[in-house]
């Protein structure tokens, strides 16, 4: 296989690692050694080649090769059996909608949310249950990973740099999941978006606010009313660029999701019922009218372990949720 | 054993060409001032008093000003073929977010491809974003006229204060639009 990317040389791994760090080309945590023989796994494993285009970020005069996603990959730690789902997830990015300039250059710090559906969590064991959200499965860590060093090291959102994030937060090292689609039988989001249910597929949410959903009430209509609540202390104005493809993504935890599976409630009616709330009118500062286009917009993941009764509302950037199928 | 590794990054940015300026006026009088804006807090209100000064007092004719559908996108192509086939020198921004900063900057290259003198108006906590995009797309010391403190950056303003600052960029934008630059 022939690559473009300059070579560097170092004396070892160790110096490798140290060295990556000193280029500038690292996240902060030492970094595996893109070398060819891993370069070439990795882009095997999803039968590419090197200078396959995935995407591009226009502004910037940006195209984001194969070689240069599978370098990245290999950096974050990732094994060449996940770099389908890493391709998925950059050509999800790179989508129009997903306004990638804007949310990595943003003063907001927008994050992006890797959700996995289909087939592939069990075959990669990418995590959907308990502590889904944090450290402790390497796919997950390195899945996100990887799209973060994408964004930074070829979208060149480098931190003082093309990336003006005023705090910038963790959400932006690594932040993937998969959807607990065998908790229950709510329609998963990739069915939503239209896929096979036996489909693998990603979807992208970028993050602008994660917000903590918290309601110990049994009722389903409690339940919602602290989600629009929350929702609605942060309203949500109109984009014309995004326009209706706005949404709005709720990680629904299995203590709240079993409340409306008792009283017999698809993800569609919550969906209705929540959007219902959301959209009424404004009453204060602290009580806005969200501006989602309808209850199609209102897209729940059921994911998270048992015990605590929270929920997770991930509040978009100027985004849309854009999804792809996993290959190949 | 040496371990030979691949680089992650795209291209340096000493690749990009840099941009031809166009051809500047040597005043502004007769001109048709083309304004991008990105909507950002009430910038509009500061590009309208900014024209109003140069209608006034430097005899630009005719002003076309659009806002386009997000901070930190290009304009619609039908703006943007407004702005082409009318203006005959230009103004973006404003810059004061990461996003709209830099496509604002971008806007006022693609604008001077075009053969429209440009200048974009950013502000001091900016500069930095705004000169790493020009490296990326070319044009590393292309102009800017910069907004400083204790204005804040994202143009969270009254309309006193965004005419204020509209007034204090006339002449920085006057020099870069014209053969005095």
């Not at chain 1, 110096?15 to 280029?23: D, R």
């Not at chain 1, 990739?190 to 009430?217: K, P, W």
């Not at chain 1, 019922?273 to 501006?291: C, I, K, Q």
């Not at chain 1, 997770?312 to 100027?318: A, I, K, T």
Request: glycine residues 8%; charged residues 20%.
């Amino acid at each position: 296989m022939s690559f473009v990317s300059p070579v560097h040389s170092f004396e070892d791994e160790e110096a490798a690692s140290e060295g990556y760090f000193e280029l500038g080309f690292t996240d902060g945590f030492p970094v595996i050694a893109p070398t060819e023989t891993r370069v070439t796994a990795m882009l095997a494993a999803a039968r590419l080649g090197p200078g396959e285009v995935l995407g591009e970020v226009p502004t910037r005069k940006v195209t984001v090769a194969a070689e240069k996603v599978a370098i990245n990959a290999v950096m974050a730690g990732c094994r060449p059996e996940y770099f389908p789902v890493v391709v998925a997830a950059v050509r999800a990015f790179l989508q129009p909608e997903a306004n990638a300039h804007s949310t990595t250059a943003t003063l907001a710090g927008a994050a992006h949310a890797v959700i996995v559906n289909g087939p592939v969590r069990a075959e990669l064991d990418i995590v959907s249950g308990q502590a889904c959200f944090g450290p402790g499965f390497r796919a997950n860590a390195t899945i996100g990973r990887a799209l973060r060093l994408v964004i930074r090291n070829v979208c060149r959102a480098v931190p003082g740099d093309l990336d003006r994030a005023s705090f910038s937060w963790p959400l932006r090292y690594s932040f993937c999941f998969g959807e607990n689609e065998e908790a229950s039988e709510w329609t998963p989001l990739h069915v939503q978006f239209g896929y096979a249910r036996d489909e693998s597929v990603v979807i992208i949410q970028s993050i602008f606010s994660l917000v903590a959903l918290l309601e110990f009430d049994a009722s389903p209509q409690s339940i919602l009313r602290t989600f629009a609540h929350f929702t609605r202390a942060y309203g949500m104005g109109r984009d014309d660029f995004v326009g209706d493809a706005r949404s709005l993504v709720y990680v629904v935890g299995p203590e709240h999701q079993r409340r409306f599976l008792d009283e017999g409630w698809a993800k569609e009616r919550v969906s209705q019922a929540l959007w219902s709330l959301l959209t009424a009118p404004a009453t204060g500062p602290y009580d806005r009218h969200v501006d989602v286009t309808g209850p199609e917009n209102v897209l729940l993941v059921a994911a998270g372990g048992p015990g605590i009764a929270q929920s997770w509302l991930l509040l978009p950037h100027l985004a849309a949720p854009t999804h792809e199928r996993i290959g190949p | 054993m040496a371990v030979l590794s691949l680089d992650p990054t795209t291209s340096t940015p000493e690749d990009a060409d840099a941009p031809v300026l166009a051809q500047r006026p040597a005043n502004l009088e007769g001109q048709v001032l083309g304004i991008v804006a990105n909507g950002l807090g009430i910038s509009e209100v500061m590009f309208d008093a900014l024209a109003a000064v140069l209608c006034e007092e430097h005899g630009v004719r005719d002003v076309v000003k659009v806002v386009k559908p997000s901070v930190a996108v290009p304009p619609w192509p039908e703006q943007w073929e407004e702005i082409i086939g009318q203006a005959t020198v230009a103004v973006t921004g404003f810059g004061g977010c990461g996003s709209c900063s830099t496509r604002s900057m971008r806007d006022a290259i693609d604008l001077e491809a075009q053969g429209i003198p440009s200048v974009c108006v950013v502000h001091s906590a900016l500069v930095p974003a705004v000169r790493a995009l020009a490296r990326l797309v070319g044009g590393p010391d292309y102009p800017i006229v910069v907004v400083d403190y204790p204005h804040n950056p994202t143009a969270m303003w009254d309309k006193d204060e965004a005419a204020a600052v509209g007034s204090q960029v006339v002449e920085g934008v006057y020099r870069c639009l014209t053969a005095g630059h």
